[in-house]
């Protein structure tokens, strides 16, 4: 009978394979199995969120701009700016919490919670991506853009930043002028002093706009560091090219410079261009950073 037995469950270790039976085994082969699945379809599904995006944030942009375009032109006092700029803030928070509730982008800005509520300020920041200003404006209500006149005309920005009362970047002290109002009536201003997007892991050479308001307007400058993990959206990226996600960015207050009495222009932008050096380039290469 134990001969019959033993011979039985050897006939079956043939036919199945030693281990075919072993319950640990069946869940090992199909956990890979899962895993790939469930890896296709969250990279389908990121995709298809990626390039819903644009269309959100083109959509979105557009509608509140044509809404925004009668009333922008008829009320231009302050509190219809302040209006305005917290109509921007909200539509870029939320098209960020878009791109975070798909996984598209992972952001720490928790350190700026301290300047939610302070205005006057003019704030600097560093430019790697497109991306950076939506991200800026989504944290800061109070915030007005100095922003080139192409985008003053997309039908996607022109009605809300025009609402919100943004500034065109022309140099004149004209410029100067309307700077110092919006900072009076307790705005931010948001300036990325290299005007383009950075190239390479240096900031490019900052224009000097930034610190002669600063400095005619006695407004304290307000530093903010940006740094990310991925060049998309950066100088030279193709705007349709996916990236690997998630995209990680961090938004960080820096240094506030505060402009003294008679301070030169060029000595007190050189010093806030040589803080970002210093900044981006970590503690190791800080003394070779300077720019002179």
Not at 53 to 77: D, K, N, Q
Request: some cysteine; charged content about 15%; glycine content about 10%.
């Amino acid at each position: 009978m134990l001969a019959d037995l033993l011979s039985f469950s050897l006939s079956l270790k043939t036919i199945f394979g030693r281990r075919s039976l072993c319950p640990s085994t069946l869940i090992m082969k199909f956990e890979p199995e899962a895993t790939r699945n469930q890896s296709w379809f969250k990279n389908v599904l990121q995709t298809i969120a990626f390039f819903g995006g644009y269309l959100v944030f083109a959509v979105l942009g557009s509608l509140a701009s044509i809404v925004c375009a009668i009333p922008s032109l008829v009320f231009r006092g302050a509190r219809s700016r302040r209006f305005g700029q917290e109509l921007i803030h909200g539509l870029f928070r939320f098209f960020v919490g878009y791109l975070r509730l798909f996984g598209l982008v992972e952001l720490d800005a928790s350190a700026l919670a301290d300047l939610r509520n302070q205005g006057g300020m003019i704030v600097v920041a560093n430019h790697p991506c497109l991306l950076d200003a939506v991200l800026v404006v989504s944290q800061l209500p109070r915030v007005v853009c100095l922003m080139k006149g192409s985008l003053a005309r997309n039908i996607v920005l022109s009605g809300t930043s025009r609402l919100a009362g943004y500034i065109h970047n022309r140099s004149s002290f004209g410029l100067v002028k309307t700077c110092g109002q919006r900072l009076g009536e307790g705005s931010n201003l948001l300036i990325f002093p290299e005007g383009t997007r950075t190239v390479g892991p240096d900031p490019l050479p900052f224009k000097r706009g930034f610190a002669l308001v600063a400095v005619l307007t006695r407004s304290p400058v307000q530093t903010v560091i940006v740094t990310a993990n991925s060049p998309y959206l950066g100088k030279g990226w193709p705007f349709l090219k996916k990236p690997s996600f998630p995209l990680r960015y961090v938004l960080r207050p820096g240094k506030r410079f505060e402009p003294a009495p008679e301070t030169d222009v060029e000595d007190f932008g050189g010093m806030i261009e040589n803080y970002f050096l210093e900044t981006l380039a970590g503690p190791s290469l800080a003394s070779s950073a300077k720019r002179t």
